[in-house]
Every structure is written in C-alpha cells, then in structure tokens.
C-alpha cells in the first residue's frame, strides 16, 4: 500500500526556520515526482514545490522561491522542504503529494498525505 507520511510541523516566530519531511512507502522512490502543496484557512490550496526524485529537478513557486527548499533521501525515501525566513502568510497546513507523472504532481496529483500545520507568528 502507497503511503505518504508527513512530520515537522508546528509553530514558529517569523524569520524561523522549519523542516517538513515527507516519507514515502509502497513505491518505487525513484519513479516518483513528490509535491507539496500548503493551503491557508479560508484560501485555495496553492502548489509551492515539486521535485523529481530521479534526477533531483526542483521547481518552486514564486511565493516562496529562495526561501525554500526542497531535496530528497533516495536512502531513507523522504523528501524535505527546509523553510527558512518563514513569514505570517506561510501559516497553512502542508500537504506532500505523490504521482509518477511530474507535469501533473502540483495539479492533479494521485496520492496525498495527511497534512501538517505550520504556524508562524509575528
């Protein structure tokens, strides 16, 4: 059974730093593209960073470009999203997603995890 495992959340003062993992099971690692996905209370859920396991290709949302980062352990099959000089609007839960397909893992993605809240307070 495929399964997505999220930790690391919680809260945190602006300009802090958190790390989000994500461990997979159930699946090739590397065949997969892992996503993650935030969505903030009373707003849509919005796709900030995606990479392909195979080959390490990243991509980010302009939201968050330069302050995070996302990187994956081919060993411990978990892919994390350091981060850094966090600010009030990152507040949301965080979702990890899965699909073997890379153009569609921030859009209509087959697998999620179960969510882990960020809080960021001033």
């Known amino acids: 059974e495929l399964q997505l495992v999220e930790s690391g959340g919680g809260p945190v003062q602006a300009g802090g730093s958190l790390r989000l993992s994500c461990t997979v099971s159930?699946?090739?690692?590397?065949?997969?593209?892992i996503g993650w996905f935030r969505q903030a209370s009373g707003k849509e859920r919005e796709g900030i960073s995606c990479?392909?396991?195979?080959?390490?290709?990243?991509s980010y949302a302009s939201s968050v470009k330069g302050r995070f980062t996302i990187s994956r352990d081919n060993v411990k099959n978990t892919v994390y999203l350091q981060m850094d000089s966090l600010k009030p609007d990152d507040t949301a839960v965080y979702y990890c997603t899965l699909d073997r397909h890379s153009g569609v893992v921030l859009r209509s993605p087959d697998y999620w995890g179960q969510g882990t809240q960020v809080t960021v307070s001033t």
């Open positions: 990479i392909i396991n195979r080959d390490g290709s990243a």
């Open positions: 159930g699946v090739t690692f590397d065949d997969v593209a």
